[in-house]
């Protein structure tokens, strides 16, 4: 049996962003976007 | 519809750009979006498990991704604060397993889907990675691609006995020479026709359609009959990131592709000749589908 898929409406794909951001981890990006910027950006 | 007018409707739709769609990945919990694995029906805690990679790629292969890219790094982020306690505790690209041991099983899931590989070359001479490669080659039938990476990381380095990385244009430098090792290596070595497989006068290859590579460099020295590539004109497809493109030319116009779009290795044959078509894979898997 296919499973047939629909486009998110516009309200349903706001909140799944939302809850996306909310699991995001500030430090842990912040603990890789350090390494990033010392490494590649200033081409240590 | 007249066939005047169904011609030129295929003409124009053969004329049309096809997107290519890929998925980024790292064999890791924690991958560029740092936290999503704690999402609720996350399944990325399983990333040490073969059974969720055979997952990921019958779901790309099923959902028509052309395919699968994976970062990687040889060590921890452990600049923030100036300790890697925070990438530990919070999994940012850290634990990182190899992603190259990955690839034969998600290749033997899947028959369309392509693979891109992140694989640092600072770390190891040009025969090993070139030999690994070609292997990789065989077993997905030319579905292996080779993002080239220099390393970002100090802790890689001092992981492989370095006290820190080396400077930014001594890699490049370094991987300019690397990489026409590598070509010299696959494409050298072996000529097309040197496989005869003939069993009666117990020859598998011919002594003389195989010879020893030789270079001499101002990085590199290798002598080698590497083990060969499918073809020695179709040697795997490599390109680097975009956004280290501040080094030095690596050989051969080697493309620049920004990896969190889309690459496609399309000058691969996968044994029948060419890669199937979005079309073509849609028909296959709605067919599939169908008599499920």
Not at chain 2, 5 to 26: D, G, L, V, W
Not at chain 2, 135 to 157: C, Y
Not at chain 2, 202 to 215: K, L, N, P, T, W
Not at chain 2, 237 to 243: D, E, I, T
């Amino acid at each position: 049996m296919a499973t047939v898929v629909t486009a998110p409406t516009e309200a349903e794909a706001r909140d799944k962003f939302e809850m996306l951001a909310r699991h995001v981890d500030a430090e842990g990006m912040l603990a890789l976007r350090s390494v990033y910027r010392e490494s590649i950006f200033r081409r240590t | 519809m007249p066939a005047a007018f169904e011609t030129e409707r295929s003409m124009t739709q053969a004329a049309k750009k096809e997107i290519s769609i890929n998925a980024f990945y790292a064999n890791t919990p924690g991958q560029n979006w740092i936290g999503l694995w704690s999402l609720p029906g996350s399944r990325a805690s399983e990333y040490a498990s073969l059974d969720y990679w055979v997952d990921v790629a019958r779901i790309a292969e099923r959902g028509l991704f052309d395919s699968v890219f994976f970062a990687d790094t040889n060590g921890v982020n452990d600049v923030y604060e100036g300790s890697s306690r925070a990438a530990i505790e919070r999994a940012a690209m850290f634990p990182m397993n190899d992603p190259l041991l990955l690839i034969p099983t998600m290749a033997y899931v899947t028959k369309h889907l392509s693979f891109g590989v992140t694989a640092n070359l600072s770390y190891e001479p040009p025969y090993a990675l070139a030999r690994r490669f070609s292997t990789l080659d065989h077993l997905t039938k030319g579905r292996i691609s080779w993002n080239i990476v220099t390393g970002f990381q100090d802790s890689a380095a001092r992981a492989m006995g370095l006290d820190r990385q080396r400077d930014h244009d001594m890699r490049y430098d370094l991987a300019e020479e690397y990489m026409e090792v590598v070509y010299k290596l696959w494409e050298g070595s072996w000529q097309d026709d040197a496989v005869v497989r003939d069993a009666a006068n117990r020859i598998y290859a011919r002594g003389d359609r195989v010879h020893e590579v030789s270079h001499d460099g101002k990085h590199f020295k290798s002598a080698a009959c590497t083990c060969r590539s499918r073809r020695r004109s179709e040697p795997p497809f490599c390109f680097r990131p975009a956004v280290l493109n501040a080094g030095a030319p690596l050989p051969r116009g080697t493309p620049n592709v920004c990896s969190s779009t889309v690459f496609r290795a399309k000058r691969r044959p996968s044994g029948s000749g060419k890669f199937a078509s979005r079309r073509e894979r849609k028909a296959e898997i709605r067919g599939t589908l169908s008599s499920s």
